[in-house]
Nanobody, 115 residues
Framework: QVHLQESGGDLVQAGGSLRLSCLAL????????SAWYRQAPGKQRDLVAR???????NYADSVKGRFTISRDNAENTVYVQMNSLKPEDTAVYYC?????????WGQGTQVTVSS
């Protein structure tokens, strides 16, 4: 079992920045594919950014050039740096950890961007 502890969500003005953190307990982020998803009220949960065990990254079109996913293997933590935030980025952000057939989710952290 892998437990994911997310942090960093906050209320921020449009144009501002936030960094979300996801600490993985019970599993090494270096061997997993980790990702951030988000879910706005009344909408489905969508992929924001993903980083593979080899370090390859991919992003949703809506966040390309603004968000950066990264990983600190020593800290066993995955980050997403979010810049130039927009009101439409408002959502609950969830960390995901995938290894083989195993898939785990964090509890989510709220990001609210005011206009």
């Amino acid at each position: 079992q892998v437990h994911l502890q997310e942090s960093g969500g906050d209320l921020v003005q449009a144009g501002g920045s936030l960094r979300l953190s996801c600490l993985a307990l019970g599993g090494a982020v270096s061997i997993a594919t980790s990702a951030w998803y988000r879910q706005a009220p009344g909408k489905q949960r969508d992929l924001v950014a993903r980083i593979s065990s080899g370090g390859s990254t991919n992003y949703a079109d809506s966040v390309k050039g603004r968000f950066t996913i990264s990983r600190d293997n020593a800290e066993n933590t995955v980050y997403v740096q979010m810049n130039s935030l927009k009101p439409e980025d408002t959502a609950v952000y969830y960390c995901n950890y995938g290894f083989g057939e195993h898939n785990f989710w964090g509890q989510g952290t709220q990001v609210t961007v005011s206009s």
